[in-house]
Nanobody, 129 residues
């Protein structure tokens, strides 16, 4: 059974930084999964933020490019999201996500919820002005 267990998040002021972590629990390995982050603010649809395939190719939504960095450590089956220069509009519930694929390739033209097989429990990020 695959589980994604998130940690990190919290509250910071405008311009601050936070790091999110997500451990994939599986009998196999994270190497065969595309992994990424989504977020959902109240009243809005869930939005793809960033994803990374098993050879480290990354994709980001335009609003976070240059501020967020997604990385993965397959030895630890762990995904990270470093968030710098945070803005109040980044406030949302953040979800770790993964979908299995041959070679851990990420499907679609960007992080897409319809491809996701597994979701983390979510963690709140709040940025105050």
């Amino acid at each position: 059974q695959v589980q994604l267990v998130q940690s990190g998040g919290g509250s910071v002021q405008d311009g601050g930084s936070l790091t999110l972590s997500c451990e994939l629990s599986d009998e196999a390995t994270s190497r065969y999964y595309c992994m990424g982050w989504f977020r959902q603010a109240p009243g809005l649809e869930r939005e793809g933020v960033a994803d990374i395939d098993d050879i480290g190719r990354t994709r980001y939504v335009d609003s976070v490019k240059g501020r967020f960095t997604v990385t993965r450590d397959d030895g630890k089956n762990t995904l990270y999201l470093q968030m710098d220069s945070l803005k109040p509009e980044d406030s949302a519930m953040y979800y770790c996500a993964a979908h299995s694929s041959p070679g851990g390739v990420c499907y679609g033209s960007g992080p897409t919820a319809s491809f996701i097989d597994y979701w983390g429990q979510g963690t709140q990020v709040t940025v105050s002005s």
